[in-house]
């Protein structure tokens, strides 16, 4: 079947504007149901499924001993937090447990609240970390299936499907976000939403109200996994349907009044769902105003090009420049497709142009790349000349988006363009991935096929190559103090304060994790988050402490980095002593756990010696001052 014939197999009605790229499909595509290949879904989820339990090895699914240091400890503490605050009729979006006594933004957070509903069995059984664990081996699974079943859905065969699928879902965006953040790589609904809204506005389905249902309840599931991706994908899809309205305008009436009762309803329920948190977020508990920590962070013109460490096959000069790009934050930089994928999408687009399917993902490719590259174009990391998103980013909800991360849509409108290539190659040819074990098709078995297969294949050979992830991730033992996970912990008091020794903070996570192993059982003063700044704006660095010689001391002590708040590092014991107990009573801390975790351990198991005297019990290496208040009287007569 020649391109015209593509473009031509099944003619729209006249003004039938946005069902053109659904119309312009072949006989196998969204028109028709495509016929079930069970064998060949469930060869595809198992693969992805291997796929996922390589990349996190030697951790399996519910592993509760190793870990990920890093951004997934928040996200840790956030498992642990929704169904301790759900059980306690406690606020799953605002919290004084972390960051005591002014709290932290949870709803400006990535809590998840969703995943850590749907783990909750898990997380009380076992622990966060065992839910952990178990999300980062479902985001790679799920993410690849979603997309494999939403392209089967549009028509295409399953290994075009599967192809499709495996790029999006192992994607370098894919690869770099599983290192540090399940809440941006947990993204099965993303291919989901779009197929909700090709339903209702482009195919036209006769069932508005449930695509409507469906469209809203997934957007409503997204916002509460990350609404950074709900954000997004919300504008992609508004994008891609803007796209379509402008290339054949004279549809856009009739898709309107099809999908608007279905809209209605999908807004309606979407808008009453996120109306509490996105109060939380713009008046709540230490709500930050301006653009967030992740703002900011763009893709670079080379980004495409140059892979970078998460890579396995890249020779070293080409990760020496990939690794600088996006201000060095290789894991971000997930913009990466390599030289041979964009050679073969080059060579698709160009040789099967007429196709819409191919066409308009080629397009939305290139816009949503455009915008991760955010309001400049840079270049090897040198900004250069304005780009839309300069004024584009300063609307209201797009100021929190870190615009590399829209890298996301670009791997999925790729992986369309080539599994519909794929599908286009294998007209005629039935192949699947439960039937290439029965040999070549014939098309195939000519002398002047192999003259086209073979350069092909090796290109196909390149291209996975040099997106291969360089798995697994590195994972660690968890290292909690076997105090914490002991009955001996019992003895703090239920939702008291707990001073923690290294202090809790964005240079030293690790108290937080301990404080989501117990169960949430006290309140931690100091932890990581993003909280609000003096100027109103986001900080990762908590609010300052009196008398702040205090937390100058423990945190610089612990961590050997500059002071915070940043000042002299106190040098007369007697004072820091008493401005100890001044910090201590003033905060009405209950407990204190020292742990040689630190930098400077013993430094800090002096100052509170001298504040205290000797500690009231001691597990293992775990020092621990119970009662502080009734110490601190006692200090004082």
Sequence with gaps: MTDADHATAMPPAPGDALAHVDRDASPTDVGRRPTQRPRAATAAIILYAVGAFIANWPAWPGDPNLFRQGDLTFMVWGLSWT????????????????????????????????????????????????????????????????????????????????????????????????????????????????LCAYRLFVQRDRRPLRWGLALGALAVAQFFISAEICITTLLTTGIALVVLAVARPRGVPTALRHGLKGLLLAVALFGTAIAYPFWVVTFGLEHATGRSLGGGLSSDLLSPVFPTSLQRFAPASMLSIGNKLVLG?????????????????????????????????????????????????????????????????????????????????????????????????????????????????????????????????????????????SWPYPNGAIAVPAYFTSTAVQRIPVGSVVLLSPYPSVAEVQPQLWQAIARMRFRIIGGYGIYVAPGGGSDPYPAVLQPSDVETYLWTNATDSPPYPDSVLPADNARLAADLRTFLKRYDVGTIVYTPNATHPQEIFDLFRNALGPPTAISGSVAIWYQVQRLLATARS
């Design 83 to 194: 169904p301790h605050a759900i059980l306690h009729g406690q606020n799953i979006f605002q919290s004084n447990w972390l960051n005591y006594p002014y709290g932290i933004n949870l709803a400006q957070n990535t809590t998840m609240p969703l995943l850590g509903i749907l783990t909750a069995p898990l997380t009380l059984a076992v622990s966060p970390v065992a839910s952990l664990n178990l999300l980062l081996w479902l985001a790679l699974v799920l993410s690849p299936t979603s997309m494999y079943f939403v392209l089967r859905a549009c028509g295409m065969r399953p290994l075009a499907a599967f192809v499709g699928g495996a790029l999006y879902g192992f994607s370098p965006y894919m690869a770099g976000q599983g290192l540090d953040h399940l809440v941006i790589n947990f993204v099965p609904l993303p291919p989901l939403i779009f």
């Design 329 to 469: 934050d290789f894991p971000e930089n997930g913009g990466y497709l390599g030289i041979p994928l964009l050679i073969a999408l080059a060579w698709i687009v160009i040789r099967h142009w007429r196709d819409r399917w191919i066409r308009f993902s080629f397009v939305m490719m290139i816009v949503m790349f455009i915008l991760s590259l955010g309001p400049y174009l840079t270049i090897d990391g040198h900004a250069t000349v304005y780009l839309p998103g300069y004024l584009f980013y300063e609307l209201p909800l797009l100021k929190n988006v870190a615009e590399v991360r829209l890298s996301l849509y670009v791997a999925c409108f790729a992986a369309i363009i080539l599994a519909r290539w794929i599908d286009i190659s294998l007209k005629g040819a039935p192949i699947s991935l439960s039937t290439l074990s029965d040999g070549f098709p014939v098309a195939w078995q000519d002398h002047r096929s192999w003259l086209r297969v073979v350069p092909g294949g090796v290109l196909a050979i390149a291209s996975v190559l040099a997106l291969i992830p």
